[in-house]
């Protein structure tokens, strides 16, 4: 199964509204990263939160990390027509000098007007 | 201003045809990577790319090849070995190569297709 893997896999909610997504993983992380990709398009990097962070803010985006329990979720706040997108979390491991980027499957949010 | 490009955006594959996806960036960065995305799937890592004249293998490299002739090119050429090459692929960089603190930047993607 995917390293990080995003809760629900589907979302709608009213504008205005605030829209929390979910991502647990299995394994230490050097950091989580999340990402938004509108259709058809590639994926805009949003926020990176590292592995000794807990919380983390941008704009209208709080992210917070919870390496006991593996997960993390982002919060949009005061949510847009214009935020309607799939949002996917990223977690970096390391073997050695190794890094790896794996993504989740991805949260596909409506946000109706 | 910088960015990624992709190109073509649509491409459409005879079956036992090679067909090769362009990606050049203009950021100046040393990695660059790409990826196969499948509906209701998150990306797969298929080549990356460290430096120039170097390239590894993903998750997903067979039936695919790459080179890496120029900091700013890194073109990927799906193979005749790839049997069910229809998705989206996406080109991604980043400033070191995968040093894990760094964001990727991504190009807007070409789909394929069997025709």
């Known amino acids: 199964s995917q390293q990080g893997e995003e809760d629900p896999q589907a979302l709608s909610i009213q504008e205005g509204e605030n829209a929390t997504m979910n991502c647990s993983y299995k394994t230490s992380i050097n950091n989580l990263q999340w990402y938004r990709q509108n259709s058809g398009r590639g994926l805009v990097h949003l926020i990176l939160?590292?592995?000794?962070?807990r919380e983390k803010h941008s704009g209208r985006l709080r992210v917070t990390l919870d390496t006991s329990k593996k997960s993390s979720s982002l919060l949009i706040t005061a949510s847009r027509a214009a935020d309607t997108a799939s949002y996917f979390c990223?977690?970096?491991?390391?073997?050695?000098?190794?890094?790896?980027?794996?993504f989740g499957k991805g949260t596909l949010l409506t946000v109706n007007p | 201003d910088g960015g990624i490009t992709q190109s073509p955006k649509y491409l459409f594959r005879k079956e036992g045809q090679n067909v090769t996806l362009s990606c050049e960036q203009n950021l100046n960065h040393d990695a660059m990577y790409w990826y196969r995305q499948d509906p209701g799937q998150g990306l797969r890592l298929i080549y990356y790319s460290q430096i120039v004249n170097d390239f590894q293998k993903g998750d997903i490299a067979e039936g695919y090849s790459v080179s890496r002739e120029k900091k700013e090119s890194f073109p990927l050429t799906v193979t005749s070995a790839q049997k069910n090459p229809t998705a989206f692929y996406l080109c991604?960089?980043?400033?070191?190569?995968?040093?894990?603190?760094?964001?990727?930047?991504f190009g807007d993607g070409t789909r394929l297709s069997i025709l």
């Open positions: 990223a977690t970096s491991t390391s073997r050695g000098s190794n890094y790896k980027l794996t």
């Open positions: 939160i590292r592995s000794n962070e």
């Open positions: 991604a960089s980043s400033i070191r190569p995968l040093s894990g603190n760094q964001p990727q930047h």
